[in-house]
């Protein structure tokens, strides 16, 4: 049975890290009006109405008989082509005011929101799994999976959206989890002077330098017991700058690393985990 104050003093050391931010370009976007379509579809109309009232004008027949009922079909459907012609939204002259009606916006953004309170009530009725599992060499992935449910769940519990694993934040996660334990450091710029940012973009993760990102980095070791998932997570949650980190909108992807062993200055002898958690979003 290990010692209380022991376990205490091998605890969980963290480190905060602040966002790393790059200016975005500015963009502007436009969106096309209504009046376009319904002014092409009025001179379609006034196109066939000039055709049909020639087409009246010149009518002839054989007999009187056929030429009057020829004209009265003509003139009826010259009648109800002004008609159709001078129905509401038809006329050229309402054309230059934008009916509410017609934006499609606030219907797409109310289908959007409402997805997004479906993914997040989701979350939230979905309990972690292996969220007490110790790291081990075979159980890696899994406990990986639990770090990003539970960092998920608090986010879903600040009606914030999941973030989505990205493959390179996992590759800069997992290798700074692995140099940590092979220089026996703990701290978000390595001895060499290289930065999260210098990790990340080594990955590809940033495609251009003119594109701005956000980046932001978490760390964590412990020992025995307190090396789970549950354990790290809680320690972030606690801790202001992890949580700004964790609950951050800006970020929509994550990546974590996971290394069943901590650096030998830090607990010599003692069996443990070191996390690290990056989080981004790419501004083009």
């Not at 990986?144 to 800069?172: G, H, M, T, W």
């Not at 710029?189 to 990790?199: A, C, K």
């Amino acid at each position: 049975m290990l010692n209380p104050r022991s376990l205490l003093a091998t605890l969980l050391s963290i480190l905060s890290c602040a966002l790393i931010a790059a200016g975005a370009p500015a963009a502007a976007y436009g969106r096309s009006g209504s009046s376009g379509p319904r002014a092409s579809a009025s001179s379609r109309h006034s196109r066939q109405a000039r055709r049909l009232r020639a087409g009246c004008l010149s009518s002839s027949a054989r007999t009187a008989r056929r030429a009057r009922a020829a004209s009265r079909a003509c003139h009826r459907r010259l009648a109800r082509l002004r008609r159709a012609n001078s129905a509401p939204g038809t006329n050229p002259a309402s054309i230059a005011s934008p009916l509410p009606s017609v934006d499609p916006a606030p219907a797409a953004e109310e289908s959007s929101a409402q997805r997004d309170a479906a993914v997040i009530a989701s979350i939230l009725a979905t309990p972690c799994q292996n969220t007490e599992v110790t790291p081990e060499a075979g159980n890696v992935e899994v406990v990986k999976a639990a770090v990003l449910c539970l960092i998920n769940r608090k986010r879903a519990e600040d009606n914030e959206s999941p973030l989505e694993p990205a493959p390179q934040l996992e590759e800069a996660a997992e290798g700074h989890c692995q140099e940590l334990i092979a220089d026996d450091y703990f701290a978000h710029v390595s001895p060499s002077g290289e930065t999260p940012v210098d990790r990340i973009r080594s990955t590809g993760y940033i495609p251009s330098p003119s594109d701005g990102y956000v980046i932001g980095e978490n760390l964590a070791w412990g020992t025995y017991q307190l090396a789970t998932a549950q354990s790290i997570v809680s320690a972030w949650i606690a801790s202001p700058g992890h949580l700004a980190n964790i609950l951050e909108a800006q970020y929509t992807q994550t990546g974590i690393g996971v290394t069943p062993a901590v650096p030998e200055s830090l607990a010599p002898g003692a069996s443990g985990a070191t996390y690290a958690q990056e989080f981004g979003v790419i501004i083009p």
